[in-house]
């Protein structure tokens, strides 16, 4: 095997390895790493490579060693990670033409593997850079010794020529709505809120700058402080942590009173959970979802690919002014034992005030006079959290907030749940859409009040309103926690990032998310009139045959053209100087006898005459020309009188 | 089905006899088929595909198109690899029976495209089947390339190539590219010479041979160049004084006159009376004897030189054979 095309072999599969080094485990990584190492130090070197024996052990070590890191030998990551190692293992026996071309298809075929993780703009550009390479090294398997110009030139060629034909592929091939078979558990990786809440468990998604979803408004945009997109909602609390739990008898939600109608569309990342998020109260959606009876937006499978749908909300309403009585029982329900200067506290507001609405105001009050602080790292709590926190630390994030306020509105005997979910987001001017990332993730409060149904109190604001009105940046004084894109960067940067944005969601829309409903859409706009999928194809096959007709024509135009070389127009010039001079060249004679015929006639030009015809002669008939011979020759052809 | 479809394809592009001068590839005489790999490559970008549509991957799908449409690009890059090529053959200079015959043939790429990894074997046979090697080689643009094919001869008279194909893989190796050439250039294969042969002794029928020896002592004059005139031998000196390419002459004259006479040769096989021949010949003119050859269908008169050597060798060689050369066609000829 070809020393070089060795290094090809190796650079394809390190290519396609490296983007998976960060999620595979760390010891198949240092794994295939060394195996890389090591073999391009056996091509340097021209050692042999290893034996069989040697090789089944690592094998069968290695696949022994995924099955237990794993715990398993099926799932996309256990896939992934063996195909990984066999690639590396594979270079180790490379003895016939066969295993190179093996390696070859291999490593297109891992290419795809990566997308699983990232389809980002990046990730397309390398997937350019790893075709030039593996396309090079293929292009040796066929041609030896050819050298690596000539080899890249080639590749580039076959890639541009194949970027307009997969254009048209990818606009117009009939796209089917997957899965085609059932997908493993792990297929799909999943970030974002949950459906319980823990002290800690917001701030710590708030750290990440991952985006939760895109939101551009059809035409009225709302307050920012209104800007609350609902999550899960959370009604069991054991002391610690916020559950869902499950309601034994949903009924469908009731609004009335409904007004000022907000229309948007959301592009929601995947996150592996079943519900879409809306502002309040959602009162029409584009795709099939659920409105539940505590207003959450469920669809009924996971959200695992990038979706896209269009709601209206109305931002003023009666939100089940008619709860029934079981729902309001569950939302009184506290665990009795803990935390009881909470409930003392509360049972005070209660014994001095008959109106609900009036304790709902007393317990803000409280909160904003009584010194709390919002911080993003509050200390820890005990077991009897929720009265460290209202009466000794006072430290809290907006999890604590909501968890403590709503404590207190159940054992004052109102009605309250915990609702988690995004506020705000970052406005993209380029774009015109909001950016709402991790770091907006939010809880706050709902209490029901008789007269006014379910309605939206937020107890952060009355301790940090900067937190709703301007983003948590603004609210934490301190930010060092925060990722470094949360804080205030210059401007330049921000503007910097909002372009990059826009630029990514128009990635997402166009090339992540061309799915067969956008692919109708775009073909109607295109003035196609009956879309069916054999129009379409149709389409297509006559599409790519035109366009490589073209290609056709121009590759082939080259061949029929005929120019003259160098060599050839230099000695054509050389005769008609002479012909001037009145030799004209007889067609039957061949460059030394016509030298040697006017030789005689001109004597003192002889010498000239032999040396450029017998020069000729060699460039044109003999082997191999040189350069400095077919340069001397030029010079003296064009610098000769007659 | 295939196997018929196969000769009725055969039948048809074996059509074309043989050819002289320069053939050109046009399109209507290059055909393609994909190869093994070729259809692993479908293969697999299937499995690609599905991948991409159960997982919903749009690069995925980038990537799938990308490859598949290279490997369509395949083709008419490997197509333009052949085309119009220029090619014609040259002279294959004779030899003796066992030796190896060198056809000399001519790629001129017209074009400012280099082809890369041109095959030629003889059709029919191919390395791998155990036959003659595969000859690969690169064409660069604007260049005539030569090639040389080496057949071995093991019969005395005309030896032909017979027909070949030149055929490209390049540049993916996914779609086999190729063309049938079947020139009409041939090798003069001598009868191979025995080794131990010594010549007639004393039989000239005047017994007044003239030995010739054509060697370097005596400086005979000068004749003007013609092409294949061993360098050594130009008269530089009378170039540099201008007086054109001259060529040095030497010569020695003695006397005897040498005539090799088929039925005088002692053997009763007659390849083996004419490699007895071959030898006589050969050794004649190495000693610089005048010397002439009688064979069953005529006789040629004494001389010397190299050329007269060569037309001795050829009567011998083309002795007793049928006017048109033998040489044994593959299977599937019409």
């Known amino acids: ?642 | 089905m295939f196997a018929t479809l196969r000769q009725k394809f055969r039948n048809w592009a074996y059509s074309r006899t043989t050819e002289t001068g320069t053939v050109k590839l046009t399109q209507r005489r290059i055909f393609i088929i994909p190869t093994r790999q070729g259809f692993m490559m479908v293969f697999v970008l299937v499995l690609m595909l599905l991948g991409d549509i159960n997982y919903n991957l749009s690069l995925g799908y980038v990537l799938t198109f990308l490859l598949t449409m290279m490997a369509v690009m395949s083709m008419l890059h490997a197509f333009r690899n052949l085309a119009h090529l220029e090619i014609r053959a040259g002279r294959a200079n004779p030899v003796f029976s066992g030796e190896t015959a060198r056809f000399v043939f001519h790629f001129n790429n017209p074009g400012r495209l280099s082809r890369y990894q041109l095959c030629l074997f003889r059709t029919g046979e191919s390395f791998w089947r155990g036959g003659q090697p595969v000859i690969e080689f690169d064409a660069p643009a604007m260049l005539d390339t030569e090639v040389t094919f080496p057949l071995a001869a093991t019969q005395r008279g005309w030896l032909k190539t017979g027909r070949m194909t030149l055929y490209t893989k390049f540049p993916l190796g996914l779609f086999y590219c190729w063309s049938y050439l079947y020139f009409d250039t041939s090798c003069l294969v001598y009868p191979k010479p025995l080794d131990d042969a010594p010549l007639p002794a004393g039989n000239s029928p005047d017994g007044s041979g003239k030995r010739t020896v054509t060697g370097d002592e005596d400086f005979a004059g000068l004749r003007k160049y013609t092409p294949g005139d061993a360098l050594p031998r130009i008269d530089w000196k009378a170039y540099a004084r201008e007086r054109g390419l001259q060529v040095k002459q030497f010569s020695t004259q003695l006397g005897e006159e040498l005539w090799l006479d088929y039925a005088e040769t002692p053997d009763r096989n007659e390849e083996e009376r004419l490699s007895r021949m071959a030898r006589w010949v050969l050794d004649a003119e190495s000693q610089g004897l005048r010397y002439g050859m009688r064979l069953p269908n005529g006789e040629l008169p004494t001389g010397s030189g190299i050329e007269h050597r060569d037309e001795c060798l050829q009567r011998i060689a083309l002795f007793n054979l049928p006017l048109t050369a033998t040489n044994p066609e593959h299977k599937g000829q019409p």
């Open chain 1, 1 to 642: 095997m070809n020393r070089q095309l060795t290094y090809g072999l190796l650079l394809c599969i390190l290519m396609v390895v490296a983007p998976h080094a960060d999620h595979l485990p760390l010891w198949v990584s240092a794994l295939c790493g060394t195996l890389l190492a090591w073999r391009g130090y056996l091509a340097y070197t021209g050692n042999p490579l290893p034996g069989r024996w040697l090789l089944m052990l690592v094998t069968i070590a290695g696949v022994a060693g995924i099955a237990i890191s794993f715990r398993s030998l099926f799932g996309r990551e256990v896939g992934v990670t063996l195909l990984m190692l066999l690639a590396t293992l594979k270079l180790m026996e490379l003895h016939k033409a066969r295993d190179a071309m093996v390696i070859v298809y291999l490593s297109c075929f891992i290419i795809i593997t990566n997308f699983f993780y990232s389809q980002s703009i990046p990730t397309a550009i390398y997937l350019f850079a790893t075709l030039i390479a593996i396309v090079t090294t293929w292009i040796q398997l066929q041609a030896q010794d050819m050298a690596l110009k000539p080899r890249l030139r080639v590749a580039a060629l076959l890639l541009l020529q194949a970027i307009p034909l997969m254009l048209i592929l990818f606009v117009l091939f009939p796209r089917v709505e997957g899965p085609l078979w059932g997908l493993p558990q792990d297929a799909y990786s999943s970030s974002g809120l949950d459906d319980k809440m823990a002290p800690g468990s917001l701030s710590r998604l708030t750290l990440s700058e991952a985006i939760a979803f895109r939101v551009s408004y059809d035409d009225k945009v709302p307050q920012r402080d209104q800007m609350y997109w609902r999550g899960p909602v959370l009604w069991d609390f054991d002391g610690h942590t916020w559950t869902t739990g499950r309601s034994p008898y949903p009924v469908k939600p009731e609004f009335s009173n409904l007004d000022q109608d907000i229309g948007y569309t959301v592009t929601l990342e995947p996150h592996n959970k079943n519900w879409l998020f809306a502002l309040d109260v959602p009162n029409r959606l584009s795709v099939p979802a659920l409105v539940t009876f505590d207003f959450q937006v469920l669809r009924n499978k996971p959200v695992n690919t990038r979706i896209r749908y269009s709601a209206h909300s109305n931002m003023i309403y009666r939100a089940n002014l008619q709860e029934s009585q079981r729902e309001l029982q569950r939302a009184l329900r506290i665990p009795a034992q803990l935390n009881p200067r909470a409930q003392q506290l509360a049972s005070e507001w209660r014994r001095d005030n008959a109106d609900d609405a009036v304790i709902v105001r007393t317990a803000l009050d409280y909160f904003n006079r009584e010194g709390f602080q919002y911080t993003l790292e509050p200390p820890l709590l005990g077991i009897n959290g929720v009265d460290e926190f209202l009466f000794t630390t006072r430290e809290g994030f907006c999890e604590h907030y909501a968890s403590a306020f709503v404590y207190l509105m159940r054992a004052a005997d109102i009605p309250a749940r915990v609702v988690t979910g995004y506020q705000g987001g970052e406005y993209n001017a380029i774009g015109n859409y909001y950016i709402v990332r991790q770091s907006d993730a939010h809880a706050w409060a709902e209490v029901w009040l008789k007269g006014q149904g379910w309605k939206r109190v937020d107890p952060t604001a009355a301790i940090s309103p900067d937190r709703v009105e301007r983003g948590l940046s603004e609210a934490v004084s301190d930010n060092a926690a925060l990722p470094f894109m949360a804080r205030n960067p210059p401007q330049w940067l921000r503007d910097l990032r909002l372009n990059w944005d826009t630029l990514a969601n128009q990635w997402n829309q166009w090339v992540l998310g061309y799915d067969s409903e956008r692919q109708f859409a775009f073909l109607r706009r295109m003035g196609m009139e009956s879309i069916t999928w054999q129009n379409i194809a149709i389409n297509m096959l006559v599409a790519v045959g035109l366009m490589i007709a073209v290609f056709a024509a121009f590759m082939l135009r080259h061949l029929i053209t005929r120019r003259p070389d160098k060599v050839q127009a230099a000695w054509l010039g050389f005769c008609q100087k002479l012909a001037k001079a009145g030799l004209p060249r007889s067609g039957h004679e061949g460059p030394l006898d016509y030298a040697a015929r006017i030789a005689i006639s001109r004597p003192e030009l002889s010498r000239q005459l032999l040396d450029i015809a017998s020069r000729y002669s060699t460039l044109r008939y003999g082997k191999a020309p040189d350069e400095q011979a077919l340069r001397e020759f030029l010079k003296r052809a064009a610098t000769f009188k007659a």
